[in-house]
C-alpha cells in the first residue's frame, strides 16, 4: 500500500514538473522580442548663416543681343562679316553705296538754298505791301504777305531739318559693342529701305536663364532679387544673378501651375572688391556657353550670424518650439524657444539659446509636434544623461 501512495505520489511530482517545462517553454515562445533601444545624440548651438533658396535648372541664353539697321535707303555696298565673327565696339560691319547718298545730300543742300531765297522774297513783298498807301485792298494785301512769310519760314525748316537728317545718317552699320556676330540678313547688292536690320550682334559675357517656379514659391521671388547659378560643366563655381523677369500668367503642364523667372548673370568685373570665389568665378566666365544647363538658387531669406540648431533637436506643442538642453552635470532641461527662419537642416533661434549650449538631438528625429503631457522629455524615464557622445537608454546606468 505505501508503494502504491509513493508511485502515485512520484507521477504527480513529475506532471507538475512537466506542466512547468511546458509553460516556461510557451513563455519563451511567446515572448516579444526586445524593442531596439533609442539613441540620441548631442548637438552644440553654434553661430552661422543660414540661406533659403527656391531652386531651378534651365539652359543659357544670350541676354544682350541687338538688331543693327541700315539708318538710310540705299544699295548694299559690302558686308564685311559673317554670322560666328567676332567684332570690336565701333568696326564697321557694312556700307551702302554712298553715290546715291552724296546726290540726296546735294539736292537737299539746293532744297534748303531755295527756301531761304522764297522766305527773302515773301519779306520783301510784305515790306512793299506796309509801305503801299495808295491800294484800296492794303489790309488784306497786308495779311496775305504775312502769310506767306509764314510759310516760307515753315519750309524752311523743314528743308534745314531734312538736310540735317541726312547728313547725321550713316551709310555705314557699325558695332555699339564689342561682341560676336548671330545673323546675317544682307548681301551685297540688295536694295534696302532705312531702318531694314541687316545683322544681329551678341554679348558674349552677358547670360540669361529661365527656370520654372511653382506656385507655392512664386510669392517669395522678388524682381532684383539675389540669386546665384552653377554650371554641369564647371564645377565648384558659383556665378551671382539677379531675377529680372517674373512672368505674370502661369505656365500649366499636366495641371501643375508654375510661373517662369528669368535670371541673369551679373558682370563680376563691375562688382566692389569681389571676395576670392569671385575672383574664381571671373577667370572661369569665359567658359560660360549658351545652352549650357545650369541651376539656378534664388535667394529670398538670409541670416548672418545668428544662433543655429539642427531641426531634428526641435519639438513644438501648442504653437511652442521647445528643445532638450543637457546641462553640464548631466540633467536634462526642456526649454522653451522662439525660432526664426529655418531650411532642411537647421533652424535659426532668436531666444531661449546661447551660443555653446548643447541640445538632443533624437536619432531619425523630425520636427513633428508632441501630443500628451508635460516634463519628462524625450528621454524614456527621465533624469540625467550618463555621458557624453550618443546616449542609449536602457545602457550605462
Do not use: H
Amino acid at each position: 500500500m505505501k508503494a502504491l501512495m509513493k508511485k502515485k505520489v512520484s507521477k504527480i511530482i513529475l506532471a507538475v514538473v512537466l506542466c512547468g517545462v511546458a509553460t516556461f517553454l510557451l513563455i519563451s515562445v511567446f515572448k516579444p522580442d526586445s524593442a531596439p533601444a533609442l539613441q540620441y545624440q548631442i548637438a552644440t548651438v553654434w553661430g552661422g548663416n543660414l540661406t533659403i533658396e527656391i531652386t531651378g535648372s534651365g539652359n543659357l541664353a544670350l541676354s544682350s543681343t541687338e538688331d543693327l539697321t541700315f539708318e538710310m535707303a540705299g544699295t548694299v555696298q559690302e558686308v564685311l562679316v559673317e554670322e560666328g565673327d567676332s567684332v570690336e565696339e565701333g568696326q564697321v560691319l557694312a556700307r551702302l553705296d554712298t553715290s546715291e547718298w552724296e546726290n540726296e545730300l546735294t539736292t537737299l543742300e539746293l532744297n534748303l538754298l531755295q527756301a531761304k531765297i522764297n522766305l527773302e522774297n515773301a519779306e520783301l513783298d510784305l515790306e512793299r505791301a506796309e509801305e503801299d498807301t495808295t491800294s484800296d485792298f492794303r489790309t488784306s494785301e497786308i495779311a496775305i504777305r504775312k502769310l506767306q512769310v509764314k510759310l516760307a519760314k515753315g519750309r524752311l525748316e523743314d528743308a534745314k531739318k531734312a538736310l540735317e537728317e541726312a547728313s547725321e545718317a550713316n551709310p555705314e552699320v557699325t558695332a555699339p559693342f564689342g561682341g560676336f556676330i548671330t545673323k546675317v540678313n544682307v548681301s551685297g547688292g540688295d536694295e534696302v529701305k532705312k531702318g531694314t536690320v541687316a545683322m544681329t550682334l551678341a554679348d558674349p559675357n552677358k547670360f540669361e536663364v529661365d527656370i520654372l517656379v511653382s506656385e507655392m514659391d512664386i510669392s517669395q521671388v522678388e524682381k532684383g532679387g539675389m540669386a546665384t547659378l552653377q554650371a554641369d560643366a564647371i564645377s565648384g563655381i558659383s556665378f551671382p544673378a539677379k531675377v529680372t523677369y517674373i512672368a505674370p500668367t502661369a505656365t500649366i503642364q499636366s495641371g501643375v501651375v508654375n510661373y517662369k523667372v528669368t535670371v541673369e548673370v551679373e558682370s563680376l568685373s563691375e562688382q566692389e572688391s569681389p571676395s576670392t570665389s569671385q575672383a574664381a568665378a571671373t577667370s572661369q566666365a569665359s567658359q560660360l556657353r549658351e545652352g549650357l544647363t545650369v541651376t539656378v538658387s534664388i535667394i529670398v531669406d538670409q541670416r548672418i550670424n545668428v544662433l543655429l540648431v539642427p531641426n531634428g533637436a526641435i519639438t513644438t506643442q501648442g504653437g511652442q518650439s521647445y528643445v532638450q538642453v543637457l546641462s553640464s552635470n548631466g540633467t536634462i532641461e526642456r526649454r522653451a524657444i522662439k525660432t526664426g527662419i529655418t531650411d532642411d537642416v537647421n533652424t535659426e533661434v532668436t531666444d531661449g539659446l546661447s551660443k555653446g549650449e548643447k541640445v538632443i538631438v533624437p536619432q531619425g528625429a523630425t520636427t513633428t509636434t508632441q501630443q500628451g503631457g508635460q516634463g519628462g522629455g524625450m528621454f524614456p524615464g527621465g533624469g540625467t544623461f550618463p555621458g557624453g557622445g550618443t546616449f542609449t537608454p536602457g545602457q550605462g546606468g
